[in-house]
Nanobody, 115 residues
Framework: MQVVESGGGLVQPGGSLRLSCAAS????????IQWFRQVPGSERVPVVGLDSMNSMLHYKGFTGGRFTVSRDSAKNTVYLQMNNLTPEDTAVYYC?????????WGKGTRVTVSS
């Protein structure tokens, strides 16, 4: 079982980016999938999640609506849509799957917000 993130890159302030989390070996829609991010020197923090009931979970500091999550069950992929990005959103973004208590992390994808 694994998850693989993609879609990171360089984006200008105010821009948008969509990250992908492709799951294999399990069904993403049956499990809790969360997005985390980590800035160098800081701990990894949760951003947003999507549970098996298709309910979006927003975590502290990320309740303003700029970050949303969705999934494509046919592709077994979960997406993180990020809008109105600022330099403070520069980080490595990770996908995490909680498969009935088993935690699977991806290797992350780097997002840089800069002009």
């Amino acid at each position: 079982m694994q998850v693989v993130e993609s879609g990171g890159g360089l984006v200008q302030p105010g821009g948008s980016l969509r990250l992908s989390c492709a799951a294999s070996g399990f069904t993403a829609s049956d499990n809790l999938i969360q997005w985390f991010r980590q800035v160098p020197g800081s701990e990894r923090v949760p951003v947003v999640g999507l549970d098996s009931m298709n309910s979006m979970l927003h975590y502290k500091g990320f309740t303003g609506g700029r970050f949303t999550v969705s999934r494509d069950s046919a592709k077994n992929t979960v997406y993180l849509q990020m809008n109105n990005l600022t330099p403070e959103d520069t980080a490595v973004y990770y996908c995490r799957a909680n498969i009935r208590g088993t935690i699977i992390w991806g290797k992350g994808t780097r997002v840089t917000v800069s002009s």
